[in-house]
């Protein structure tokens, strides 16, 4: 049985490429992020802008919110805007990890099969 070759490791500068797009793009959803939030309790809970972006920063980053929210629409979007802020969290970091997991993961599928 022949035996099976396994792609070379590819160079640092392109693993350092991916990593600034997937940077890139975790930063647009961020700012994507907070200026949702932002729109949101300004318009819903009518606060100035920079209530607003206290209070979204604070739910985007699991802090919790700032100010109190006096209408209906404002605490429906407040729930649901941590709700949305959570799964973002989480795909977040899963973006920003994955092109040093595989790099890590395929680095170690080459040492694994050497020794064989």
């Keep these: 049985m022949p035996e099976k070759r396994l792609p070379a490791l590819p160079p640092r500068a392109q693993f350092l490429a991916r990593m600034a797009r997937t940077v890139l793009i975790a930063l647009g959803l961020v700012a994507a992020s907070l200026?949702?939030?932002m729109l949101g309790y300004h318009v819903f809970e009518d606060m100035p802008w920079i209530d607003a972006f206290v209070n979204a920063s604070m739910i985007l980053s699991g802090m919790g919110p700032i100010g109190e929210l006096?209408?209906?629409?404002?605490?429906?979007?407040?729930?649901?805007?941590?709700?949305y802020s959570g799964f973002a969290l989480l795909t977040i970091a899963a973006l920003l990890l994955a092109?040093?997991?595989?790099?890590?993961?395929?680095?170690?599928?080459?040492?694994?099969?050497?020794?064989?």
């Design 70 to 83: 006096h209408t209906r629409g404002g605490k429906l979007f407040a729930g649901l805007y941590a709700l």
């Design 35 to 37: 200026f949702l939030g």
């Design 99 to 116: 092109p040093i997991v595989r790099r890590f993961l395929h680095r170690f599928h080459l040492e694994m099969g050497s020794d064989r």
